[in-house]
């Protein structure tokens, strides 16, 4: 399937479910996914970047952090890297007013 299949308003809805679940699972395991290295110590399987000890939604949040860098990758192909970074950043802005409070305390994204 080509990687240009979707619009660009069909890309950020798709970006937005995946990025509120990493909030979610993030939210679960109480890690604060925006301090320096904890996305790569949450990649490279590392369960001791938790607060607390979830193991299904650890596995779930790694799965879920790979499919984001996958997707952004598929728009930067499909349409331009300019409009994956506008796409990115408008979720981004989009789940900050959406989750409120709860985002500011884990720091998702």
């Excluded at 679960?28 to 904890?38: N, R, S, T, V, Y």
């Excluded at 970047?49 to 650890?58: D, I, L, N, T, Y």
């Excluded at 409009?83 to 409070?101: S, W, Y």
Aim: aromatic share 6%.
């Amino acid at each position: 399937m080509p990687a240009n299949r979707f619009l660009p308003h069909e890309w950020e809805s798709r970006l937005e479910e995946i990025d509120l679940e990493i909030v979610r699972q993030a939210a679960i395991c109480k890690i604060a996914l925006l301090e320096p290295g904890a996305i790569e110590r949450v990649l490279a399987n590392d369960a001791g970047v938790c607060g607390a000890e979830h193991e299904a939604s650890f596995r779930t949040l790694r799965g879920l952090l790979y499919l984001h860098y996958t997707e952004v990758l598929h728009i930067s192909e499909g349409l331009s890297p300019e409009i994956a970074h506008v796409i990115a950043q408008r979720v981004r802005e989009h789940l900050r007013h959406r989750v409120g409070t709860q985002f500011e305390s884990t720091r998702v994204l």
